[in-house]
């Protein structure tokens, strides 16, 4: 019992990670219905700007890191502008076909940029991991869960009461509406780019220093994505609950199954989970079902 609770705890707080890191899809999706390939580029690109401010430049981390959010911002708010929005009513596959260019541009200019080694994220948190009823924690899964669910609970919170995250609401729920009572589309289309980017560079800082900084670290936009499809596109409490599991899932799978494999475990076992969703429950946990009378 003790060996399950220790690898489900430590997969619940690697799933707020997965969690915040999904909140840029539903963000990008919830404004635009355009879903961004390039997601996880944008959190390694955030993740570079800040191992390049904190071991290549040696900046202290309170300037390093507001500088790193502050052009993750700029730069989410400039793909959505230059790159999404000319997207909006386009046929899938273009959408499809545009960002994954534009994430092979990212890592492509972040190669360019800063080469091709792995670069660390150093943060002053201790290494060794501490013990509660018999489970090993490591303090960064810690610091990275308790920081990931600060920005997933303020985000929450602006979306269901500022009146720009209404205004948001209003306008993924129907456009037309929301024009028609003085909702200026355009302004939150391209705000929306903007919290995407900030959700992208927090997760940037997170996982760069837990693994490392290189064009690799772009996978793990790849591997949220069953998180987004279980708890819903468009659903912020649903990339919260779609990370849990995701994490929960693939800790646990390869505790008890990779000794029997070989290894590999946690790398397909949220897919499956991912298959079975689609099949079943297409929309997610929480996603709004879309029905069209034909």
Known sequence: MAFFMDLFVNGLLIGSMYALV???????????????????????????????????????????????????????????????????????????????????????????????????VPLPIPLKPFVVWEIFISPINVVAAGLCLGFLVLFAYFFRRSRMGIAMRAVADDQQSAMSVGINVRIVFALSGAPAGLASGIGGIVWGNMLGVDTHLSLVGLKVFPAVILGGLDSVPGALLGGLIVGGVESVAAGYIDPYVGGGTKDFAPFIIMILALMFRPYGFFGREIIERV
């Open 22 to 120: 999904a909140l840029g899809f539903v963000l990008i999706y919830k404004a635009t219905s355009v879903i961004n390939f390039a997601q996880g580029d944008l959190v390694m690109f955030g993740g570079y700007i800040a191992a390049a401010g904190l071991s290549l430049y040696h900046l202290p981390l309170w300037v390093a890191a507001p500088v790193m959010l502050v052009l993750m911002v700029v730069l989410g708010f400039a793909v959505e502008r230059g790159v999404l929005r000319p997207l909006i009513g386009q046929p899938v596959v273009s959408v499809i076909m545009v960002t994954i260019g534009l994430a092979l541009v990212f890592q492509g200019l972040a190669a360019m940029v800063w080469g091709a080694a792995t670069i660390n």
